[in-house]
Structure formats: structure tokens, C-alpha cells
């Protein structure tokens, strides 16, 4: 099973790189954050309590989040691999899916921190629109739709996330970079951990980060997979 991990600090990239790599080396994403609005849309009991951590920019807390990851993972189109987005982004979490792991005699082959500065991701996150099929994301003024609301994937309608206020931005800052230096750690102790730089155009640092995972040995896929949804 071969396991990608997208790290970075809320609005640095990662769903906009995911589905990129995915295209690239043929294995879908998995994106907690997907799993969780999706959830919250249904109204399901699991998505009714992560809303109250969402809303208020903090942390799901981990063993809603960890049984979440894994019973996604024990879907059989993730039976070759993942690309994880979002996960994982305490260090409960990460040593939790080591375990998981290790139990189909796997790991994770790459972790790429995607870095960018805080006050761009503050830019980012403010212009952001999310599309309601698969959450791709676009940016009002760096990577506009062709078509104003309307996501040019899949056709779905585009729509502002209630965490992309700036009262929660700020909130989702403070209360998770903590965590996110903990997972880093955690890579970097374990010799998978690969930076980019985040600042640079989207096409450069999917190039970089195709890079780092060829440098893995995820090579790209002759016929490779559709992407799928969360
Ligand atoms: P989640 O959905 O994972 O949000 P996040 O980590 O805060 O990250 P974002 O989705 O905001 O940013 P992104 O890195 O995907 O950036 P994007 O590509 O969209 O989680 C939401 C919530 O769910 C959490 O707050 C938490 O409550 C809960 N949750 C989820 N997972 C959890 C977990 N494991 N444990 C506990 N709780 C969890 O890009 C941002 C913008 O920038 C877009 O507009 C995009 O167009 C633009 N952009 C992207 N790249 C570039 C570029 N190179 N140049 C210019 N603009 C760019
Ligand atoms: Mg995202």
C-alpha cells in the first residue's frame, strides 16, 4: 500500500495539489476535512459533533478523527494506496496510522510539507471557493474558475467555506500550527519528511512535489486512475 501525506498549515495547498498528484500517480485522496464537511451536509451524528470543533477552527478530536481515517481506508479503492490531505495532524494521530499501517506491513513513503508563510495563507483562505461535489478549490484572484461559480472539474456550483471567515481563519491559525509541528517532527524523525516551497506557482509546486515523491519511489503511472472523491 503506497501512502502519501500532504502537510501544511490550513490554506497552504493541499487540496489544491492532492487531486494533481492523484492524476499524476494514479492513487485517490483521501481528505479528512472532505470527509468531515460531507458529514456536516448529511447531518449524520458524527458530522453534527465535528461541527462544533469546525466552526470554531479547532481540531476534531482524535479518536473521532482517527476511526473516521480508517474505516475510509478500509474502502477497497484505497486498497493500492492513498494521498492523504489533512491527516494526519496531531502526533496521536500520525502514530495511529503507523499502527494501521504496520498491520498491512506498510508505512508512509512520503510526507511533503507544503510551507508557506502566514500572512499569505491568510490571503488564500479569505478568496477561497470550494466547489459542492468534490471540494476542489479556486482563488477569487490567483486561480479563478472559467466560469465565475462554477467548478471547472466537475461542473458543481462553487460556495464560500464557513471556516473561510476571518474570526476562524485566525482561530484555525492559532490553534493548529501547534499540532502541525508535532506531525512534522514526527516525519522528520522517521526519515520521510520532504519540504516545498508553497509560495511559488501552483504548476511549480506540483513539480516539486511530484519531485519529492519520485524521489520516494512513487513513480508516475503508465495508465493511471481517475482521482477519486473523498
Ligand atoms: P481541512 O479541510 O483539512 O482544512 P485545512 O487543513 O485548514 O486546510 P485547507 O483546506 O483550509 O487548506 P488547503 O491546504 O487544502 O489549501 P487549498 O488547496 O484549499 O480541515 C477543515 C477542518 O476540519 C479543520 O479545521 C478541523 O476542524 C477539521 N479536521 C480536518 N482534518 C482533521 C484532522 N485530521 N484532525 C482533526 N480535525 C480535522 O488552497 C487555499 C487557497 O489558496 C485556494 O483558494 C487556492 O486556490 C489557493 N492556492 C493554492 N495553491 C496556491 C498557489 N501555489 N498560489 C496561489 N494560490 C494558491
Ligand atoms: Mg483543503
Not at 503506497?2 to 490550513?10: D, F, H, N, T
Not at 483521501?30 to 468531515?36: C, E, I, R, W
Not at 470554531?56 to 494506496?81: E, K
Amino acid at each position: 500500500m503506497r501512502v502519501v501525506v500532504l502537510l501544511g498549515a490550513p490554506g497552504a495547498g493541499k487540496g489544491t495539489q492532492a487531486p494533481l498528484l492523484a492524476t499524476r500517480i494514479g492513487i485517490p485522496v483521501v481528505a479528512t476535512g472532505d470527509l468531515f464537511r460531507a458529514a456536516v451536509r448529511d447531518g449524520t451524528p458524527l458530522g453534527l459533533e465535528a461541527r462544533r470543533y469546525m466552526d470554531a477552527g479547532q481540531l476534531v478530536p482524535d479518536d473521532i478523527t482517527v476511526r473516521l481515517l480508517l474505516d475510509r481506508l478500509g474502502r477497497p479503492d484505497a486498497d493500492d494506496g492513498v494521498i492523504l490531505d489533512g491527516f494526519p495532524r496531531t502526533g496521536v494521530q500520525a502514530r495511529a496510522l503507523d499502527s494501521a499501517l504496520a498491520d498491512r506491513d506498510s508505512s508512509v513513503c512520503a510526507a511533503v510539507l507544503v510551507e508557506v508563510p502566514a500572512e499569505e495563507l491568510v490571503r488564500r483562505m479569505s478568496g477561497r471557493w470550494v466547489c459542492r461535489a468534490a471540494g476542489h478549490p479556486y482563488h477569487e484572484v490567483s486561480s479563478p474558475p472559467r466560469s465565475p461559480g462554477v467548478c471547472d472539474l466537475d461542473g458543481s456550483e462553487l460556495y464560500q467555506r464557513a471556516d473561510d471567515r476571518p474570526e476562524t481563519i485566525r482561530a484555525r491559525m492559532a490553534q493548529q500550527l501547534g499540532a502541525l509541528g508535532e506531525v512534522v517532527d514526527h516525519y522528520r524523525a522517521s526519515g520521510v519528511l520532504r519540504a516545498v516551497d508553497g509560495l511559488q506557482s501552483i504548476a511549480a509546486v506540483a513539480s516539486d512535489i511530484a519531485t519529492a515523491v519520485a524521489a520516494a519511489g512513487l513513480a508516475p503511472r503508465a495508465s493511471v486512475a481517475k482521482p477519486a472523491a473523498s
